[in-house]
């Protein structure tokens, strides 16, 4: 699992699993702050679809937080006011950036939750799609 696919999981997912993952290195190691919980602005680009051009939508706020374990930088950055929250991402970054033991029992856990956002995510599309119009099969009068 690559590092995209592991923040999306623990940003999308329970927050109970990406606090008990970044407690569980919190408690064994030391962890400099190099940079404080903060918040910024990202630009977000979009891709017209007629005539395929990149244009700026506007700005996110986002926060974002950077850390250092046994040597190793890990950040952590989402979208809005989630100090706790970009600290944790930041502190299990680093984790699998020291490549510490602890992280090789997490991927069982990130599997499962992503199984987890996948049937939830299904769920809502069906939900959407029953209110689907198809003008396809609308009687023509």
Known sequence: MNRKQRTEILIHGSAQLTSAMANDIKSKYHIA?????????VMVQVRETAQKSLFYLGEVLVTECKVRIEGALGMGIIKGDEPDKAYELAVIDAAYAA?????????VEL???????????EAKQRK??????????MDED
């Open 128 to 137: 959407l799609l029953q209110t689907k119009v198809d003008f396809e099969t």
């Open 111 to 121: 599997q499962r939750e992503s199984l987890l956002i996948a049937s939830s995510r």
């Open 99 to 107: 490549n510490l033991e602890e992280t090789a029992s997490w991927l």
């Open 33 to 41: 702050v190099i940079e404080e919980p903060n918040h910024g602005l």
